[in-house]
């Protein structure tokens, strides 16, 4: 008898510039910023930000996770979403729409090093 369920997973991305941050996942990709903590005034910040179902923890905390992470996060709507990144002009990611393995992806690199591939099965193959 199975008694559990799993739930959303929150993955908890490594950041080592709050403004910068911000700058590409609320200015940029668009989300929004949902709280901020810090123990201490002059402590590691750690945040929550989200867009649509998505949720992601971003932490200065250095034992929290490690630069280099890759996510996949499933979209519908991506040929859109593409558009309004490109609408945005952020100097550093120009991405553009690839398909790979029956889906459509837009790839961007943040800041410090982790990897966002924004994915929807590509319904035409």
């Known amino acids: 008898m199975?008694?559990?369920?799993l739930k959303n997973t929150?993955?908890?991305l490594r950041i080592f510039d709050v403004e910068?941050?911000?700058e590409f996942y609320l200015h940029f990709l668009g989300f929004s910023?949902?709280?901020?903590?810090?123990y201490e005034e002059d402590y590691p910040l750690y945040m929550q930000v989200s867009l649509g179902e998505c949720c992601l923890h971003l932490s200065e905390h250095h034992?929290?996770?490690i630069p280099g992470v890759k996510l996949r996060i499933h979209?519908?709507?991506i040929e859109a979403y593409l558009h309004f990144l490109s609408e945005k002009k952020y100097?550093?990611?120009r991405p553009g729409l690839e398909e790979a393995h029956g889906f459509k992806?837009?790839?961007v690199g943040d800041p410090f090093g982790n990897r966002l591939c924004f994915v929807e099965r590509d319904e035409s193959r």
């Not at 199975?2 to 369920?5: A, E, F, L, P």
């Not at 910023?33 to 810090?38: A, G, I, S, T, V």
Request: proline fraction near 4%; avoid cysteine; charged fraction near 40%.
């Open 75 to 77: 979209i519908e709507g």
């Open 91 to 93: 100097k550093f990611a």
């Open 2 to 5: 199975k008694n559990y369920h």
């Open 105 to 107: 992806e837009v790839r």
């Open 20 to 22: 910068k941050a911000k």
């Open 63 to 65: 034992g929290d996770s």
């Open 33 to 38: 910023l949902d709280w901020e903590h810090r």
């Open 10 to 12: 929150v993955p908890v």
